[in-house]
């Protein structure tokens, strides 16, 4: 019987467990959880705080999930130590626990950049857990002024979430645009006009340089009076175990097509590795959770020896605010298609014959048939395009592959 | 297992298998009240281009990747069907961002909406399937 060990409980770790569940009904797997919770659903913190769900809807796996897939769990202990030759993970406390496979799902953790008097700020979080978002809950009431410094995907769904439940919310970011790494400027500024319109002020181009008793003091000379200070910069891939353990990183966990790091019987999944994106052909982090299942079911598959493999990773994001939905997919690169009014937009980019990628605001109906020429590079002259610019739709694609798809079992 | 299969040499463009849906799945008892003045949402969709017409809905994929995808887990495989947790869905779309057949759309109450075989309403059998005029619709083994 082998012995999976799962360092992580996100999204990563459950496609892992699934994974080799799927192949190997009887090895045990233990999963390593630094959190001391069930596995939940992290991106929904902003929705919780919002009232939209709450602590039960929110698990991502239902309640009997470890015990259906006879998996133990380490709950509320970090795994400090990886010895690849002993085959052996070392838990806080001192347990080591041996492995014939192991996976490192171990995720991402905020960055925030060392400012001047961040110390000195009482109300303080990030917010990346469960824990932030209980610690922000605290610190929130009707009179509250909040500073949000970063205006991604993280900052952004906080503003969100706690609007109704604070005074005033000013986002900063040294970008020059909001969701800066998922949409370009025009599509940016008609997220922003929305968010300005929900009530929360941006200062763009423009970060705290001094935190100094409940004034943030901003590069551009500006002052920010504040109560609660969210950081929401960035994250960073958590490598360190492997790196000591000597594996390969980049910036985050270099992986192979099975997801296999560059040491024996050790994969890893999820945000804290770096993959190709087919659409630029660049290594990178791709932080996103469909992509953390997808590479930790594929581990799973692999360490329990079956053979599952990820060729087609890209970027790829879906997010609303106050009911605007945006979506990306690829690279915003080569020949631009676009359709535009006040609230709605989409552009398609291609280069070299094959649809390399999208932006969509507004009307975002059927986008995976999109996604899905981007995911599978098929050549856009095998496809009815001008059809295609109109609207997603499959009689672009022609009788055979109607046939197929709709005919048949996929 | 059974899934919904589509001829399009068949189909004559119709639309029944629309109204059929949305009815279904509207929990009204009568048709009228459940359609009359209202612009329906159903999980089937025809397409016509040309002289070319087929209705779309949920393939229920093998390996479907919008259960893959799911940010909340309220997508999951119930004995093959690509089923939708209403309460657990925060309607993130990133099911829309990923279908490859377009067969998702947002719902009506923030949560997303798909075919699931009718099997969560009293039709019991998928009713696009029930009242297609010209079987250019079926619900078999393949």
Same mark, same amino acid.
């Given at each position: 019987?082998?012995?999976?060990?799962?360092?992580?409980?996100?999204?990563?770790?459950?496609?892992?467990?699934?994974?080799?569940?799927?192949?190997?009904?009887?090895?045990?797997?233990?999963?390593?959880?630094?959190?001391?919770?069930?596995?939940?659903?992290?991106?929904?913190?902003?929705?919780?705080?919002?009232?939209?769900?709450?602590?039960?809807?929110?698990?991502?796996?239902?309640?009997?999930?470890?015990?259906?897939?006879?998996?133990?769990?380490?709950?509320?202990?970090?795994?400090?130590?990886?010895?690849?030759?002993?085959?052996?993970?070392?838990?806080?406390?001192?347990?080591?626990?041996?492995?014939?496979?192991?996976?490192?799902?171990?995720?991402?953790?905020?960055?925030?950049?060392?400012?001047?008097?961040?110390?000195?700020?009482?109300?303080?979080?990030?917010?990346?857990?469960?824990?932030?978002?209980?610690?922000?809950?605290?610190?929130?009431?009707?009179?509250?002024?909040?500073?949000?410094?970063?205006?991604?995907?993280?900052?952004?769904?906080?503003?969100?979430?706690?609007?109704?439940?604070?005074?005033?919310?000013?986002?900063?970011?040294?970008?020059?645009?909001?969701?800066?790494?998922?949409?370009?400027?025009?599509?940016?500024?008609?997220?922003?006009?929305?968010?300005?319109?929900?009530?929360?002020?941006?200062?763009?181009?423009?970060?705290?340089?001094?935190?100094?008793?409940?004034?943030?003091?901003?590069?551009?000379?500006?002052?920010?009076?504040?109560?609660?200070?969210?950081?929401?910069?960035?994250?960073?891939?958590?490598?360190?175990?492997?790196?000591?353990?000597?594996?390969?990183?980049?910036?985050?966990?270099?992986?192979?097509?099975?997801?296999?790091?560059?040491?024996?019987?050790?994969?890893?999944?999820?945000?804290?590795?770096?993959?190709?994106?087919?659409?630029?052909?660049?290594?990178?982090?791709?932080?996103?959770?469909?992509?953390?299942?997808?590479?930790?079911?594929?581990?799973?598959?692999?360490?329990?020896?079956?053979?599952?493999?990820?060729?087609?990773?890209?970027?790829?994001?879906?997010?609303?605010?106050?009911?605007?939905?945006?979506?990306?997919?690829?690279?915003?690169?080569?020949?631009?298609?676009?359709?535009?009014?006040?609230?709605?937009?989409?552009?398609?980019?291609?280069?070299?014959?094959?649809?390399?990628?999208?932006?969509?605001?507004?009307?975002?109906?059927?986008?995976?048939?999109?996604?899905?020429?981007?995911?599978?590079?098929?050549?856009?002259?095998?496809?009815?395009?001008?059809?295609?610019?109109?609207?997603?739709?499959?009689?672009?694609?022609?009788?055979?592959?109607?046939?197929?798809?709709?005919?048949?079992?996929? | 297992?059974?899934?919904?299969?589509?001829?399009?040499?068949?189909?004559?463009?119709?639309?029944?298998?629309?109204?059929?849906?949305?009815?279904?799945?509207?929990?009204?008892?009568?048709?009228?009240?459940?359609?009359?003045?209202?612009?329906?949402?159903?999980?089937?969709?025809?397409?016509?281009?040309?002289?070319?017409?087929?209705?779309?809905?949920?393939?229920?994929?093998?390996? @479907?990747? %919008? =259960? *893959?995808? /799911?940010?909340?887990? #309220?997508?999951?495989?119930?004995?093959?069907?690509?089923?939708?947790?209403?309460?657990?869905?925060?309607?993130?779309?990133?099911?829309?961002?990923?279908?490859?057949?377009?067969?998702?759309?947002?719902?009506?109450?923030?949560?997303?909406?798909?075919?699931?075989?009718?099997?969560?309403?009293?039709?019991?059998? @998928?009713? %696009? =399937? *029930?009242? /297609?005029?010209?079987? #250019?619709?079926?619900?078999?083994?393949?």
């Amino acid at each position: 019987m082998k012995n999976y060990v799962i360092i992580g409980n996100g999204a990563a770790a459950v496609g892992a467990v699934e994974g080799i569940r799927s192949v190997d009904a009887e090895g045990s797997i233990t999963v390593i959880s630094a959190e001391n919770r069930h596995v939940y659903a992290r991106p929904l913190i902003s929705y919780l705080l919002e009232g939209k769900t709450d602590l039960k809807r929110m698990l991502y796996r239902p309640e009997d999930f470890y015990s259906k897939n006879g998996v133990r769990v380490i709950f509320g202990k970090k795994a400090e130590k990886i010895d690849p030759a002993e085959k052996t993970v070392t838990v806080e406390g001192g347990e080591k626990i041996r492995y014939d496979s192991l996976c490192a799902a171990t995720g991402s953790s905020p960055f925030t950049p060392p400012t001047e008097g961040l110390d000195t700020v009482e109300k303080r979080c990030c917010f990346m857990t469960l824990d932030d978002a209980e610690r922000l809950e605290k610190f929130l009431d009707p009179s509250a002024n909040v500073l949000i410094i970063g205006a991604g995907l993280i900052g952004l769904k906080c503003a969100e979430g706690i609007i109704g439940r604070c005074a005033e919310i000013t986002v900063c970011d040294l970008a020059p645009r909001v969701l800066s790494s998922i949409l370009d400027f025009d599509c940016a500024k008609i997220m922003q006009n929305k968010l300005e319109k929900m009530g929360i002020k941006f200062l763009l181009d423009d970060t705290a340089v001094k935190f100094e008793g409940g004034k943030a003091l901003m590069k551009s000379g500006k002052t920010v009076d504040f109560d609660v200070l969210v950081t929401a910069v960035g994250v960073r891939p958590n490598v360190s175990l492997i790196k000591e353990a000597g594996g390969e990183v980049g910036r985050g966990i270099a992986v192979d097509e099975k997801m296999r790091t560059t040491l024996e019987d050790i994969y890893a999944a999820g945000d804290c590795t770096e993959s190709t994106d087919i659409t630029s052909g660049q290594k990178k982090v791709m932080a996103i959770m469909p992509l953390a299942y997808i590479q930790g079911h594929c581990a799973g598959v692999n360490m329990a020896g079956g053979d599952e493999r990820i060729d087609n990773a890209l970027p790829m994001n879906s997010i609303g605010f106050g009911g605007l939905h945006c979506m990306s997919a690829g690279s915003p690169d080569g020949e631009l298609f676009e359709e535009k009014n006040e609230t709605s937009i989409k552009r398609l980019f291609v280069k070299n014959g094959l649809l390399t990628g999208f932006m969509l605001i507004g009307n975002c109906d059927r986008a995976g048939i999109y996604t899905s020429l981007i995911r599978n590079k098929t050549p856009l002259d095998s496809v009815d395009f001008e059809l295609l610019k109109k609207a997603p739709a499959l009689a672009a694609f022609g009788r055979e592959y109607r046939g197929e798809k709709l005919g048949g079992a996929v | 297992m059974k899934r919904v299969y589509v001829n399009e040499k068949w189909c004559l463009g119709c639309h029944l298998c629309e109204y059929n849906c949305a009815f279904a799945n509207s929990g009204e008892s009568s048709m009228v009240k459940a359609l009359r003045k209202k612009a329906i949402r159903p999980n089937i969709v025809v397409e016509q281009d040309g002289d070319v017409n087929f209705a779309v809905s949920c393939r229920h994929c093998r390996d @479907p990747i %919008c =259960v *893959k995808s /799911c940010i909340s887990g #309220a997508l999951s495989l119930k004995d093959g069907v690509a089923t939708i947790d209403h309460d657990k869905c925060v309607g993130c779309l990133t099911c829309v961002l990923v279908c490859p057949y377009g067969c998702i759309r947002e719902g009506e109450n923030g949560a997303v909406q798909k075919c699931q075989l009718c099997l969560d309403n009293t039709v019991g059998e @998928p009713a %696009c =399937v *029930k009242g /297609c005029p010209n079987r #250019a619709i079926v619900f078999e083994e393949r």
